[in-house]
């Protein structure tokens, strides 16, 4: 008797549970596997070449980037320098703050590629030696202006440009 009574509270508990489980007008869940459809990445790619084989004669052969927002951008960075010292990479950042950055940068050293640990820092290149090219991909931050330097010791003054997002 006892289990019968057992039994009887089990059965009205679940038939509760079922019932009250979807209200009037809903349906139970039912899982079912949704096709993720690809996003096709945007890419807006540019060769810069990082020219000259002195201080005074290095620069990049293009002063002005601009692309989309959400965009992703592949940067070729072609080291066209002969002397060995002319060793180059690109950091892209937020406006303003490229004598910080090169600043820290020299501070993280030939180890780190003298790319700095910043907030401030968007994307950056590895180092490129004489006649290498080095290509970076990063996503373009929002709307805004930036800026993009070498970071390699003694560049930033002269190797720098802007990078516009619209």
């Not at 007008?25 to 096709?40: D, L, R, S, Y």
């Not at 080095?134 to 929002?142: G, T």
Request: negative net charge.
């Amino acid at each position: 008797m006892h289990t019968m009574k057992s039994i009887i509270v089990l059965l009205i508990t679940l038939s509760f549970l079922f019932t009250s489980s979807c209200g009037p007008n809903e349906t139970p869940a039912i899982e079912k596997e949704i096709p993720k459809q690809e996003v096709q990445k945007v890419w807006e790619a540019f060769e810069i070449s990082a020219t000259g084989n002195t201080m005074q004669d290095m620069m990049y052969s293009l002063k002005n980037i601009t692309v989309k927002e959400g965009s992703w951008v592949r940067v070729s960075l072609i080291n066209e320098g002969t002397d060995p010292a002319m060793i180059h990479n690109i950091l892209f950042i937020n406006y303003g703050t490229r004598k910080d950055l090169a600043q820290k940068g020299f501070e993280a050293g030939l180890e780190n590629e003298y790319i700095p640990k910043d907030t401030n820092l968007i994307a950056a290149s590895k180092l490129a030696q004489p006649g290498e090219t080095i290509v970076l991909e990063f996503e373009a931050p929002a709307k805004g202006n930036y800026e993009f330097f070498c970071s390699y010791p003694g560049h930033s003054q002269k190797m720098r440009g802007y990078f516009f997002v619209k």
